[in-house]
């Protein structure tokens, strides 16, 4: 059975691979899992330097599965962690790099943009798109600390999708090349940063995270929001209408 996630260790980088191609490399729970043992891996490593993560086939990643959760009856069971997708909430002060290979959406999304630095093939697309499934964008809340605001919640609030050049002119991507180019261009960054000072790297990428995230204060109130969304009925409905392929009802509760 092949493995939902490549992890393979070159020299001082670690190239993390999202392996459901066919699923459009939709974040199912095993996927999740290998993922954070991954992330763990790659932070206890010290031969590792620098991760470059990226997505099998032409989609980056198409978000949570949620086929998966509809089936389940609702969006988080027992013990349920969206830590993976976050990798500085495991701590991992290694610079991360995304290479951006297709449709990054919804949590796909927020995985790019919790890396530190982004390059994207020219066929990458980008989107916000639980709004569109009945889910509060708390994860992604923050967009407007990394882009201007117009455009963080015209995104937001339409779940649209923005093309790879229009992600590059907001500053969400530090490149946009050709689908060829795109792992080479990703591992000359990582060889370009691993010939710095590997403690001023990590210690350097903890000092920005700590600006960029929310105080203790502004997490307890997206966790809240969190929470209402969470048990609302139309995010069933948003799942249920997602895997049966036909519009959503909403009922605003």
Known sequence: ????????????????????PEKRNALNYELLGELEKAWIDFR???????????????????????????????????????NPLCP???????????????????????????????IASEYARFAITEVQVGLAAIGSAH???????????EMLLTGDPISAQRAYEVGFLNKVVSDEELLPAATALAERVCK???LAIRLTKEAAFRNI???EE??????????????????????????????????GK
Do not use: H
């Open 1 to 20: 059975m092949m493995s939902v996630l490549l992890y393979e260790k070159k020299g001082r980088i670690a190239y993390i691979t999202l392996n459901r």
């Open 44 to 82: 206890d490593d010290d031969d590792l330097w620098v991760a470059v993560l990226t997505g099998a086939g032409t989609t980056f990643c198409a978000g949570l599965d949620l086929k998966e959760r509809a089936a389940q009856g609702s969006f988080l069971k027992p013990g349920d962690t969206l």
């Open 88 to 118: 500085g909430a495991l701590k991992v002060w290694k610079p991360i790099i995304v290479a951006v290979n297709g449709p990054a959406y919804a949590a796909g999304w927020l995985l790019a943009m919790e890396c530190d630095l982004r």
């Open 143 to 153: 967009l407007p600390r990394y882009i201007p605001t117009a455009i963080a919640m």
């Open 196 to 198: 710095n000072a590997p």
């Open 213 to 215: 995230y929310p105080t």
């Open 218 to 251: 502004e997490a307890i109130a997206s966790n809240t929001i969190m929470a209402a969304s969470l048990a609302s009925e139309d995010i069933i409905e948003g799942m249920i209408a997602f895997s049966e392929k036909r519009p959503p009802v909403w009922k």
